[in-house]
């Protein structure tokens, strides 16, 4: 199989590498990192390397150059579009600050407002608290003098009993004692009604202690 000439891709390789190295790339050193070649041939392909290196070289330095008078347009631009947006962003961040202070006013006024509400509603929880215990004080005075009321009740009925049971044994003894005797006892039924009385009295007292 015939071997192939060398081509313009394989001294463009061998002079990166010499480059690389740190090496001259002369036709002498491009051949033997080729290992290959007719000198004419690598004299006339390196010098389209060389010319092909030096137009890319140059070549940055025209772009470095554009980007750099982009760079500037640009930030001129910026610079404009920010000088011109910076009222009306100003105004609009003002008005929200206004807007979130006038917030937060009515928020605090609210606070305070629900604070005085808890406290009106914790009084009044109060206030209601010591109504129902003076209402139930009330109603055990009223049970207690509905017994005490009832219990009375029983003595005067007791009392009027033992009178009727008093007046009944007069009008029997009257009818059937003698003057004398009848007037001995009449005598004796003061002190007789009074001992009834005490008697009963006691009766009474012992009757409202046990009814409280």
């Known amino acids: 199989m015939p071997q192939i000439g060398i081509q313009l891709k394989d001294v463009s390789s061998a002079v990166e590498k010499l480059e690389d190295q740190g090496r001259v790339a002369s036709p ?53 579009a920010c000088s011109e947006a910076h ?34 509603v914790s009084r009044v929880a109060t206030d209601l608290s010591g109504e129902r215990m003076r209402l139930t004080s009330m109603s055990d005075a009223i049970t207690d003098a509905t017994n005490h009321a009832h219990a009375l009740e029983a003595v005067i009925d007791e009392l009027r009993r033992e009178r009727r049971a008093l007046v009944r044994g007069l009008r029997g003894f009257a009818a059937v004692a003698s003057p004398g005797k009848r007037k001995a006892e009449l005598c004796k039924s003061p002190a007789t009604i009074e001992a009834m009385n005490q008697s009963a009295l006691k009766k009474a007292h012992r009757r409202l202690a046990n009814s409280r």
């Open 87 to 120: 009222g009306p962003l100003e105004a609009l961040e003002c008005k929200h600050r206004v807007e979130l202070d006038s917030l937060r006013v009515e928020l605090e006024q609210t606070q305070t407002e629900a604070g005085r509400l808890e406290f009106e």
């Open 28 to 80: 002498t050193n491009v051949r033997l990192q080729i290992g290959r070649g007719s000198y004419s041939t690598i004299q006339r392909l390196l010098a389209q390397v060389r010319k092909t290196l030096e137009e890319q070289r140059a070549a940055p330095t025209m772009s470095e150059s554009l980007q750099q008078l982009g760079a500037e347009c640009i930030t001129k631009l910026w610079a404009a």
